[in-house]
């Protein structure tokens, strides 16, 4: 079945440092959505990528789609106490009828002030 | 506009008891999706409701998980019984459609913890 992986896994962070996070789908993706988790809360949708290739950007944050599809990451400029979190990649298959979306396994980002 | 709800927030019972979940979905969202989340993993859909049809619910353990949406609107899951391995986050979402390019919008979530 489809898997959806990310690394790094937890990530610890001086504050105003950058932060990465990577996203691979054992298969092709027909989108690309990313959410954000806070501790104890619950997923929160980020964005949406869409095109093979796309870049989007969301003041210090910045997505990007691979080119075949499987595969995204997800940028943080100068990270801020407010960007902890989990962060987690979801894409349904290319194809696919339905929203049947797979989450990937999620990066912990730690931001120590 | 509300968001989606999910009640109870807490639940602890012990292994082989029953328990069931509520949820509303944000008003106008035809599908319903609920989400098993373990401890340190990503949440892994149980079962999709388009209106009150049933999608997809290929990940269901159907011997002892059922849900139901009966009016296309709010929905139930339960568990009967419950196993040690089931203790986890159960989260609700909902989008205005099924298709692949909705963005989903998460309830608070249920945390079950079976003893």
């Known amino acids: 079945g489809q898997q959806v992986m990310q690394i790094p896994q937890y990530q610890h962070v001086q504050e105003g440092e950058d932060f990465t996070t990577y996203c691979n789908s054992s298969?092709?993706?027909?989108?690309i959505q990313w959410y954000k988790q806070r501790p104890g809360g619950h997923p929160v949708f980020l964005i949406q990528l869409v095109k093979s290739g796309e870049v989007k950007k969301q003041k210090r944050l910045t997505f990007q789609f691979g080119e075949a599809k499987k595969n995204s990451s997800l940028h943080i400029t100068a990270t801020q106490t407010t960007d902890v979190g989990t962060y987690f990649c979801a894409g349904p298959n290319y194809g696919g009828a339905t929203n049947k979306l797979i989450f990937g396994t999620g990066t912990l980002l730690a931001v120590q002030p | 506009e509300a968001g989606v709800a999910q009640s109870p927030r807490y639940k602890i019972i012990e292994k082989r008891q029953s328990v069931a979940f509520w949820c509303n979905p944000i008003?106008?969202?035809?599908?319903l999706y609920w989400y098993q989340q373990i401890l340190g993993q990503g949440p892994k859909l149980l079962i999709q409701?388009?209106?009150?049809?049933?999608?997809?619910d290929s990940q269901l353990p159907k011997d002892r998980f059922s849900a139901e949406r009966l009016k296309g609107v709010d929905s139930t899951l339960k568990i009967q019984p419950a196993k040690l391995e089931d203790s986890a986050v159960y989260l609700c979402a909902s989008s205005p459609t099924g298709g692949p390019y909705n963005e989903q919008f998460f309830g608070p979530g249920t945390r079950l913890t079976v003893l």
């Open positions: 298969t092709t993706l027909s989108n």
């Open positions: 409701f388009q209106n009150n049809g049933v999608v997809d």
């Open positions: 008003s106008g969202h035809a599908t």
